[in-house]
């Protein structure tokens, strides 16, 4: 079975920042296209960072400059640093991939969640 592990959430102090985790474990092949996600209280669940299997990334402008997404292959791991953190940051900080996985002895390509991590910034 195929999960997906978030880390590295916290408080933290207007300006600050940090470094999110998520680790892939599991009968896993291969990973494709990563992402980073956030939901806040009332709000729809954003794309907040993606990157492909080559290493290409992309950013909505909320957080471009601001946010670095990355990625260590070796151990199926992605990674989101975040710096100059506003207030607004605050949210629950999901990672998502497609993942070549072994479901059933079968290679299947499905998409998979974390449970979240919460990031509070204050002001």
């Known amino acids: 079975q195929v999960q997906l592990v978030e880390s590295g959430g916290g408080l933290v102090q207007s300006g600050g920042s940090l470094r999110l985790s998520c680790a892939a474990s599991?009968?896993?092949?291969?990973?494709?296209?990563m992402e980073w996600h956030r939901q806040a209280p009332g709000k729809q669940r954003e794309l907040v960072a993606a990157?492909?299997?080559?290493?290409?990334?992309n950013y909505p402008d909320s957080v471009k400059g601001r946010f670095t997404i990355s990625r260590d292959n070796a151990k199926n791991t992605v990674y989101l640093q975040m710096n100059s953190l506003k207030p607004e940051d605050t949210a629950v900080y999901y990672c998502?991939?497609?993942?070549?996985?072994?479901?059933?002895?079968?290679?299947?390509?499905?998409?998979?969640w974390g449970q979240g991590t919460q990031v509070t910034v204050s002001s």
């Open positions: 599991g009968s896993i092949v291969s990973i494709g296209r």
């Open positions: 998502n991939a497609d993942i070549w996985g072994v479901v059933a002895g079968n290679k299947r390509l499905l998409e998979y």
């Open positions: 990157i492909t299997s080559g290493g290409n990334t």
